[in-house]
């Protein structure tokens, strides 16, 4: 990919990468992947303090609007780090719990850590597959895919992660329904 940028593009683009959006956020920004993968990282650990306990409602809506622009604005690779950052963020946070049951309850605390990020990196999974979804249906990331393909990838990928771990417990007769 070439470094140039299109002059008559109206913003900082790269010539040849058709899935960044033109943007003058990142206007004399040395390190936009460091920022972009900061700015992901932080939404999305900001994203689980809008449920129980905290219950900051308002939150989940400033972080998911983060995820979106940061997944339309860059380049495809770029929004899909970013999506998995933004996972990393926000399940590492999220699933605290499973480190601190397992490190109380089970067999420590180092099998706590090993445990607790292969379940984070797993699920971190589900954000970043909302955006190669969205990337590979609409590579031009256009006002469609923004306002209606991320939302409804976001609760497609809410769905199937519901039901991915529900099934999964359902199926050890763990439970009896």
């Known amino acids: 990919m070439s470094h140039r940028v299109d002059p008559g593009f109206g913003g900082e683009r790269a010539l040849g990468d058709k899935c960044a959006l033109p943007s003058s956020l990142y206007t004399g ?9 900061g700015m992901a990282l932080l939404a999305g650990g900001a994203m689980p303090l809008a449920f129980a306990p905290v219950g900051w409602a308002w939150l989940a809506v400033i972080a998911l609007a983060t995820f ?9 690779r770029q929004a899909l780090w970013s999506a998995y950052l933004f996972g990393l963020g926000y399940f590492g946070v999220g699933v605290s719990w499973v480190f601190i049951s397992i490190s109380q ?11 607790t990020a292969a379940f984070v990196s797993l699920l971190a999974l589900f954000p970043w597959g909302v955006a190669y979804l969205v990337r590979c249906l609409r590579p031009e990331m256009d006002a469609m895919a923004l306002w ?11 769905w199937m992660r519901t039901w991915f771990l529900t099934v999964s417990v359902r199926r050890t007769h763990l439970v009896r329904w």
């Open 68 to 76: 979106f622009v940061l997944t339309a604005q860059s380049s495809r």
């Open 105 to 115: 309850y089970g067999n420590g605390p180092v099998v706590a850590v090993l445990v």
């Open 148 to 158: 209606l393909g991320l939302p409804a990838a976001w609760v497609l990928s809410e």
């Open 29 to 37: 920004v040395r390190y936009k992947p460091l920022l972009t993968g």
